[in-house]
């Protein structure tokens, strides 16, 4: 069907994109982390949040520092959650 004003081939070239079923079942599968995994990156993102490099950057320590904070928290059982943050800076 061709609308009145519009081209019969688009203006451009089309490309498709092919998957080979090696990087299909790569894409499809899940990975997990392990809460020693966590715990670890909780301790990288809380040094980089105390870090005297940002300094300059106080905002993105204080993310870098809840960050770290809700990864501990979401490693304990569920009945535990809750992060406490005293000014602004969490516990």
Do not use: C
Not at 2 to 16: A, F, I, L
């Amino acid at each position: 069907m061709v609308v009145e004003g519009t081209p019969e081939k688009p203006s451009h070239s089309r490309r498709q994109a092919v998957m080979t079923t090696e990087e299909f079942e790569t894409m499809a599968t899940k990975h997990y982390i392990t809460i020693s995994e966590t715990m670890h990156l909780a301790a990288r993102l809380e040094n980089r949040g105390s870090s005297v490099v940002l300094k300059d950057q106080p905002e993105t320590q204080s993310d870098m520092r809840l960050a770290a904070a809700l990864l501990r928290q979401l490693s304990k059982p569920t009945t535990q959650w809750a992060v406490e943050i005293e000014n602004g800076r969490p516990n």
